[in-house]
């Protein structure tokens, strides 16, 4: 390594500073608790955060002031009644906690925000933006839980579900509404209505919890939904995630199939209206509400939904209905847990898609197809003969003859119905209770061909804001990174999901821990995930383990918790903290982290954990590398060492965060022992004693070895892949850190290799046999043997996300987008330029702005392009002959021959940047480009 002078960065720093014009800094995208003007926080400090935008080049916030007023007047003229937070020096600018007066429930909140740059120089203030408090004490709630018992009621013979109840009741508005709200929850899921008209947009709230734990509620503005005068509220409850059928449990026959947290579903809801007088009502549920059943005959989220349109009972969520025939609702026992305002987002319809094609295979069954895999339900647009039942089928692929493939759903039905009420008007309907993994759609009972028109797709998920593009000069990667977005979309459903189609879509740790780091970068994942931790840590068992999913309503026995997987309770809280620097989810989840490792450490002898350490789980020793290719497998006992190896890393890193020093110095003495005995054990002449590109990946990746070691190892790799044809040997767990580990030792080329492959196993065999999402299994089809090769059916999912780990590398090593402190507050832009993806584009929206990163070959030279947000510095890393050989906007950097060996690091040069937009041109650099 050389190294520049001193000289050279003053050099770099003038530079840069020649084109600082006189710079206006702006305050965007206010946000309080990762939500934008949310209506129910159940936060009594929330965070705030904003962006910082300008025009100019290094510019920085060194100072903000924020006002938090109970009204918009009092906002409007500067006033910051509950909390003025003067000019506070700093360049914080998200996690922000709220220190004014205390908040109580309902409060609302006005704020704003303004910041002041280097010379002292405010902005205006930003825009005003609100939150509002939600109930926060269980006396706020007036209303009560009410349910009607539809247990005897099932007429399905072979599964267990009965008819789903509606509840009206008739309320009058007497006086000039100033603001109506509608706070409601339930056991089960929901839709609530008024007037006849849908709440909201959310879909199957309140979503999944450990319900004995936690309930979460929807908050929603109804003000423009009522009228003076009579108003009828409506609710639709069915079983959900709380009487349903869940996971597997059909499939391994367990004791319990179904109704694993209660049997019957209930809801309660709170309409809270405030008139313009001053005065306000509350109209809540409780036994005076009616209840019957009607239409919807069958709702679970695996089996489907069956629709009767000829039992609806036209207007009865609307005035003047006659529900005198209705039964009376009764109070219910609800929550024994925690009722709170939901942290998370909504699941919500995101796009809607038209059939590309129609077939019919077999006679009378038609077969939509969508085009691409997805989550979500169909919205049927149609007319017949009163009676006529049609009939939904999913599947995600075909077989050779046309058929829809439905072998993979295992024991989920996965089947909609819909019997025609004959309306000559025609009818729409859209199931409410379901949702479904699928790109085609059988659909039988039509007594005629249909046209493509009658069906709409529509693709359900988390409303998580998109962050990520990523763009490069071969359109199969392109292909294949919006296959990982697609599947990032399916199972992005609540809480991380393993897959959407058959019967399991369970929030699988393994698969969650080695792709948070990815999802990160596509979408904004921190209000998602703090929902999912929460539920993680509300699961977490006596022992100290993580489940190996959560929520964790049943489990096979001893199939309980399993290393790889359990250590997600410790790496994803890390990855939302690095991510979005996010202290208090550390702070909240840290007594939860420290019992997990004292699970390892009472589990370990000599500081390893022997064989046979976790042999009372099923799988013996947990799951490994689930999925892997090896003929031999990286051994469970290895895994287990190197994520407590690298747990105790983590922890050493959370407990400084938090101040805890005391901790910090323990788990560096514990991590010290453990590597020492790591490296005994497992290595031997400088390599792996395990012989796996597993073994060598995760120690690379997840650096647990000395520094002397890694240059070996990183070459034992090369050598294990070119043994294998030059391909991968894999799982879950060992891809995500294959590619990094060849980064990371020097190994460009061999990763670029590995990654554009289209044999088998690789990423692109996938999109070579036509897929449209990533798979579960790298063959689960091919065009030459089907389905053929796959020897578990019943264990071939097309939507899985664990492989679409790539993604992270390819922001971080391809793209070169990275952060070199928490929060992205200084950023590293260190990409790796190659022709053969040339030319690349990525982007990627952080807590402090939008990042850009480019590159492309000119001639024999090498473009890069560089955007930092502001309020942010970089170090970007430009591949070059020599420093005198690269210039940024067109200017020399290397003005002066004796700095020619300043900052310039094995073939790089080095900047340090602020803020702003930079174009690097490195001349005659297409030669160094053949190493990468």
Not at 307 to 314: C, I, N, P, T, V
Request: glycine share 8%; proline share 5%; charged share 20%.
């Amino acid at each position: 390594m050389r190294r520049y002078s001193d000289c050279f960065l003053l050099l770099v720093s003038f530079l840069l500073a020649a084109d600082v014009f006189c710079a206006s800094l702006s305050v965007e995208y206010l946000r309080c608790e990762y939500l934008v003007e949310p209506l129910a926080v159940h936060e009594p400090a929330p965070r705030l955060s904003w962006i910082v935008t300008s025009d100019g080049q290094s510019v920085k916030q060194e100072a903000f002031q924020i006002l938090v007023s109970s009204s918009a007047e009092l906002l409007d003229q500067d006033m910051g009644d509950l909390w003025d937070s003067q000019e506070v020096p700093g360049y914080q600018n998200s996690q922000v906690a709220y220190r004014g007066r205390p908040l109580g429930s309902r409060q609302e909140c006005y704020w704003k925000v303004r910041v002041w740059d280097s010379d002292g120089k405010s902005s205006e203030w930003s825009e005003v933006a609100t939150w509002r408090m939600g109930l926060l004490l269980d006396s706020d709630w007036e209303a009560h839980w009410i349910g009607f018992d539809n247990r005897a009621l099932n007429k399905n013979q072979d599964l267990f579900l009965p008819p789903s109840p509606y509840f009206r009741k008739d309320v009058e508005v007497k006086k000039l509404v100033e603001r109506a709200t509608l706070y409601t929850t339930a056991l089960g899921v929901y839709e609530a209505s008024i007037n006849g008209q849908k709440v909201g947009e959310d879909f199957l709230a309140p979503g999944w919890t450990n319900y004995q734990e936690r309930v979460y509620y929807q908050t929603n503005d109804v003000t423009a939904m009522l009228q003076q005068g009579q108003n009828t509220l409506g609710m639709v409850v069915a079983s959900g995630w709380y009487a349903g059928y869940l996971g597997y449990s059909v499939l391994v026959r367990h004791p319990k199939e179904y109704a694993f947290y209660g049997e019957i579903p209930v809801i309660r809801s709170q309409l809270e209206v405030e008139y313009a007088d001053g005065s306000s009502e509350v109209f809540g549920t409780d036994s005076d509400w009616k209840a019957n059943t009607g239409p919807m005959l069958e709702a679970d989220i695996l089996m489907g939904e069956t629709y009767d349109a000829r039992a609806e009972f036209g207007s009865w969520d609307q005035p003047g209905f006659d529900d005198r025939e209705w039964k009376i609702a009764r109070r219910m026992v609800g929550a024994m847990g925690v009722v709170e305002s939901s942290p998370g987002v909504p699941l919500r319809v995101i796009e809607e898609l038209t059939p590309v094609e129609v077939t019919e295979p077999e006679d009378s069954k038609y077969i939509f197809d969508f085009g691409t895999n997805f989550a979500g339900v169909i919205r049927l647009k149609t007319k017949g003969t009163r009676g006529t039942k049609l009939t939904f089928r999913y599947g995600e692929m075909l077989h050779p003859d046309g058929r829809i493939m439905t072998e993979n759903l295992r024991k989920a039905r996965a089947t909609d119905s819909y019997i025609l009420k004959g309306d000559e008007a025609g009818e729409i309907w859209t199931p409410k209770f379901t949702y479904h993994g699928f790109q085609f759609v059988e659909v039988s009972g039509l007594k005629e061909r249909p046209g493509p028109g009658i069906l709409t797709g529509l693709v359900i998920s988390s409303a998580t804001p998109r962050t990520g593009q990523i763009s490069t000069g071969n359109d199969m990667v392109n292909q294949l990174y919006q296959n990982i977005v697609r599947t990032q979309l399916a199972n992005y459903f609540d809480i991380p999901t393993d897959c959407p189609q058959r019967d399991e879509r369970m929030g699988w740790t393994g698969d969650a821990q080695v792709y948070i780091r990815a999802a990160s970068f596509n979408h904004d994942v921190a209000a998602f995930h703090q929902k999912w931790i929460q539920a993680l840590n509300d699961d977490q068992i006596g022992n100290g383990a993580y489940p190996n999913f959560a929520p964790f309503p049943f489990h096979r026995p001893n199939t309980v918790f399993s290393p790889a997987w359990m250590d997600a309770g410790i790496i994803c809280p890390y990855v939302v903290y690095r991510v979005y620097g996010d202290i208090r989810i550390l702070k909240r989840f840290y007594p939860n982290m420290k019992e997990l490792i004292r699970l390892y450490q009472s589990k370990s002898q000599d500081n390893l954990l022997p064989e046979g350490a976790f042999d009372e789980v099923q799988p013996a020793g947990g799951y490994g590398d689930w999925l892997n290719q090896d003929n031999i497998a990286t051994s469970k006992e290895y895994l287990a060492n190197s994520y407590w190896l690298y747990d105790l890393h983590l922890m050493q890193e959370i407990a400084t965060a938090l101040g805890k020093e005391e901790d910090a110095l323990e788990y560096a003495t514990i991590h010290r022992s453990v590597r020492n005995a790591f490296v005994g054990r497992y290595l031997q002449d400088g390599k792996m004693v395990e012989p796996t590109q597993t073994a060598c990946a995760t120690a690379l990746s997840l650096d647990l070895l000395p520094s002397e070691y890694r240059a070996t190892v990183g070459e034992q790799l090369v050598q294990l892949i070119e043994a294998n044809s030059g391909y991968l040997q894999t799982g879950f767990i060992g891809t995500k850190h294959l590619l990094e580990a060849l980064s990371k030792t020097g190994h460009d080329q061999v990763a670029l290799k590995l990654f554009t492959n289209k044999g088998f196993p690789s990423w692109l065999y996938e999109v070579v046999n036509g897929a449209t999402s990533i798979w579960e299994r790298w063959d689960s089809y091919t065009i030459e043997d089907g389905f053929g090769g796959v020897q578990n059916t019943g264990m071939n999912s097309f939507s899985h996300y664990a492989f679409g780990a790539v993604s992270e590398w390819m922001f971080r090593y391809l793209a070169g987008i990275d952060m070199a402190e928490v929060g992205y507050r200084k950023i590293k832009i260190c990409p790796t330029p190659n022709e053969q993806l040339s030319p690349l584009t990525a982007s990627y929206y952080s807590v402090m702005g939008e990042i850009k990163s480019g590159w492309s070959i000119a001639g024999e030279n090498l473009i890069m392009e560089v955007t930092i947000p502001a309020n942010a510095t970089a170090e970007v890393w430009i591949p070059a002959n020599a420093p005198s050989s690269v210039t940024q906007n067109g200017k020399d950097l290397a003005i002066v021959e004796s700095i020619q060996d300043a900052d310039f690091i094995e073939g790089k040069v080095r900047l340090e940047v602020g803020s702003g937009t930079y174009r690097f041109i490195s001349k005659n650099a297409k030669n160094l480009l053949s190493r990468f």
